[in-house]
């Protein structure tokens, strides 16, 4: 209690404990200057001088300048006159209050800058799914715009469903629920939503869900695409004409693409590569396994192997190391049948070896990368296979012969087309007559090559040759005679053919000689009888050797 003036004339117990100053030293002291807040006393008395009382809270300070908060009424006691005589002080300590409320406070702006800042749409909603309150903007909506309708008119309705299930377990049973859905919008605006729903209690009873809503339109979409990528290589590894299996380092199969023939892949999932295999290919699987497994690299090579009727055959195979984490933990295992191919092969070198032609074939530097020769001779450069492979033509011919040869194998490579040549060549086995036909090549790493047949045609140019001179002996033997042969109407070429009847040739070998064909010569010989008036071709042959013709 103060006077009129402030002076405090009396206070109780209480306020002595609560201020830690005693009664004998605060009587007769003005009570202003006594709260922590300078500018409080000048509120406090304009406020009693205009309404009469004054109601609100004081920060004060113990002795021991320790702050504590008062909520204070001060109220006036008047005479019978109506002057003031006294103002008391009811004051009560909400330090505790206050304190409590400071850290309400703080704790509130702690979540609030959580929920404001996340990077999630945060959406409080009742049981018919009406947005109630939203942390910060929806796509094409304000805060404002998105709070009053309801969650199902921003997804489409194929999944409105899903939203009503959701909100039914969490008001129902107050479980925690989680739904995806895609909103509304065309190409390009429609987003995917993963939302999670949590249920608000109002003692036991829910009042509201709490919905988390994260942006996963990205993750969808790679999802997707993911999975459109898994069904293409899913299609194209089931469809694939090798057999494909994924293995571990002691070549047990654990994945396999299709039946193998005669089985099911039922009967080879858990089983080795050792079990399919020929006992002698065992330690080539397992160098390669351990190569691929060890070194992380790829492993090709050719092996046979029993199918499950027992046949043996052929495969290509090849051992690719699968990666999880920079480690192989598994193995990729590719087998294509080459049984026809090596079968075509073994076809191949018996024919080319069984004849006296040599096949070849030289990249664009002239290098011979394979030769097939005959097995009982050296061939034409005098040499084995194994001694030709890896060498380049200039190492068996002249310069110039050389240049020529690889111009014309350049120009297969370069023409994309077969082509044909004859020259003469000086080889190990003297002057040979060489006719080569060529094919492009393009061999297994994608290098260009040209494939050539060798043939040696010295005999054959030889034989022409003779050919040519007795064909030039004869016409030059008919020109002598061809006057005489005039008076009996006999033709040019009917003079060679009587020629070569009077050296006892058949039609067959006339035919040859002159490049004609039988039937030609045949009817020639006819005339010729008829016209020198014979009784056959030996006598008209005799008739003209007598008389000068031939």
């Known amino acids: ?48 001088s205009t309404d009469g009382q004054w109601r609100g809270e004081i920060k004060s300070k113990r002795p021991d300048g320790e702050a504590y908060d008062l909520l204070a009424t001060i109220l006036p006691l008047r005479s019978d006159d109506g002057e003031v005589t006294h103002y008391i002080g009811i004051n009560i300590d909400i330090t505790e209050r206050v304190k409590v409320e400071k850290e309400l406070a703080e704790r509130e702006a702690f979540w609030r800058a959580l929920v404001e800042n996340a990077p999630a749409n945060i959406l409080a909603v009742d049981k018919d799914g009406v947005i109630k309150r939203l942390n910060w903007t ?33 008001f129902s049973g107050g479980q925690r629920a989680e739904v995806e859905a895609r909103t509304v919008g065309g190409p390009g605006e429609s987003q995917w939503y993963a939302n999670t729903l949590g249920p608000v209690y109002d003692g036991e009873t829910v009042v509201a869900a709490i919905a988390i809503s994260r942006n996963v339109t990205a993750l969808k979409e790679a999802e997707e695409a993911l999975e459109e990528r898994e069904a293409h290589w899913r299609a194209l590894v089931k469809n694939a004409p090798d057999l494909i299996a994924e293995v ?18 039922e009967q080879v999932l858990g089983k080795t590569v050792y079990d399919f295999s020929l006992p002698e290919t065992h330690d080539v699987w397992r160098e390669a396994l351990e190569e691929a497994f060890t070194e992380g690299r790829r492993v090709d090579f050719e092996m046979r192997a029993a199918d499950a009727h027992g046949r043996v055959r052929w495969y290509a195979t090849s051992i690719a190391p699968v990666r999880a984490v920079g480690a192989v933990d598994a193995a990729v295992v590719s087998e294509r049948d080459i049984t026809t191919l090596k079968e075509a092969e073994e076809r191949m070198w018996a024919i080319a070896t069984a004849v006296s032609d040599m096949i070849v074939v030289v990249d664009v530097a002239g290098v011979f990368l394979e030769v097939l020769a005959p097995t009982r001779e050296k061939g034409l450069l005098q040499l084995p296979p194994e001694e030709i492979r890896g060498r380049r033509l200039h190492d068996f011919l002249e310069h110039d012969q050389a240049e020529r040869a690889l111009a014309f194998v350049r120009e297969t490579i370069a023409s994309g087309k077969p082509m044909e040549d004859e020259a003469l060549f000086d080889i190990p086995n003297g002057p040979t007559c060489v006719s080569a036909r060529s094919a492009p090549l393009t061999l297994s790493d994608g290098r260009t090559a040209a494939v050539v047949h060798i043939l040696d045609v010295s005999e054959r140019r030889r034989l022409e040759e003779e050919l040519q001179r007795l064909r030039e002996e004869t016409e030059a033997e008919a020109e002598e005679g061809v006057k005489r042969a005039a008076e009996y109407g006999l033709t040019f070429r009917e003079i060679t053919v009587l020629s070569q009847i009077a050296r006892g040739k058949s039609d067959k070998e006339i035919a040859v000689l002159l490049g004609l064909s039988p039937f030609t010569v045949n009817k020639h010989s006819s005339n010729l009888v008829r016209k020198l008036d014979a009784r056959s071709r030996s006598q008209a042959a005799a008739q003209a050797v007598r008389e000068g013709i031939i």
């Open 1 to 48: 209690m103060t006077d009129p003036a402030g002076v405090i004339e009396y206070v109780n117990r209480s306020f002595e404990t609560t201020s830690g100053h005693c009664a004998a030293d605060l009587v007769g002291r003005q009570i202003a200057g006594m709260s922590a807040d300078e500018g409080l006393d000048q509120s406090i008395g304009a406020a009693l």
């Open 138 to 170: 929806v796509r094409g909506a304000t805060v404002d715009e998105a709070v009053g309708p309801t969650v199902y008119d921003f997804v489409r309705e194929e999944y409105h469903d899903a939203w009503r299930e959701a909100l039914a377990d969490v």
């Open 248 to 265: 571990d380092r002691d070549g047990v199969i654990s994945r396999l693409n299709r039946d193998p023939v005669g089985s099911t892949i």
